[in-house]
């Protein structure tokens, strides 16, 4: 059943303006599969009569405080997770909601779907609990957290490497160097270039004597 948007009354071709020419994302499906998977990853056992409700199509702004504000007006809200990238922290436009009562999941997905939220189309579904994996509301209790990933690779990149670290890191470019040059070998071309092998610092001559070595100086 389609609901009333809060622009309401809709003004001429607002519809086809707002959504005739967005094109669904792939990785946010209208329905989901409801066949029973092989495996024992899925929350039947512990979340008996409660149900599950699948929204899709989520507006941008729309966050955890506003969905669970929203929808706790059909019935009471165990668990609630927005699905979110882990780079930027942004919202995927879908999200996972438990109900206390299985009835009343039901009723929510039949009464949202296809309801206009914001100039979204909501695409709303129940998930029976033999279809929800048990990780779906993992850390759905805690704010999500953004991690800095560009901060972790600078410090990741500006660490100062060991010894075994740069003879790798040397052993790496010579290798690709030797490939290049086979490659322009392979084509017929004659040319020689310095390269890095030139250039790569040596290993180190330190010599390291034993203690066999040391007593044997002592004696003499």
């Given amino acids: 059943s389609s609901g009333i948007n809060a622009e309401w009354p809709l003004r001429p071709g607002y519809l086809s303006s707002n959504m005739g020419k967005r094109k669904l994302n792939t990785t946010n499906p209208d329905v989901l599969s409801t066949e029973t998977p092989e495996n024992d990853q899925m929350l039947d056992k ?3 009569g409660m149900g599950v409700v699948y929204v899709g199509h989520i507006p941008r702004n729309f966050q955890e405080k506003e969905m669970r504000q929203f ?8 668990k609630l997770r927005l699905s979110r990238s882990k780079k930027t922290a942004e919202s995927k436009g879908y ?3 438990l109900y206390e009562n299985e009835d009343v999941a039901k009723i929510v997905a039949n ?3 296809d309801y206009i939220l914001c100039g979204r189309l909501l695409k709303c579904q129940y ?3 033999n279809r929800v994996h048990k990780d779906t509301f993992k850390g759905a209790s805690r704010p999500f957290k953004k991690i800095d990933w560009q901060a972790r690779a600078k410090v990741t990149r500006n660490k100062v490497k060991t010894t075994e670290e740069q003879q790798k890191s040397v052993k790496r470019l010579l290798k690709k160097e030797q490939m290049r040059r086979r490659k322009i070998a392979a084509l017929g071309i004659d040319y020689d270039f310095p390269g890095y092998a030139k250039t790569a610092p040596k290993a180190s001559q330190k010599i390291t004597f034993t203690d066999e070595v040391d007593a044997d100086v002592e004696m003499a």
């Fill in 111 to 113: 009464t949202m779907n």
């Fill in 127 to 129: 998930i029976p609990m």
């Fill in 95 to 97: 999200a996972f909601i």
């Fill in 46 to 48: 512990d979340y008996k």
């Fill in 71 to 78: 929808f706790e007006q059909f019935g009471d809200i165990l």
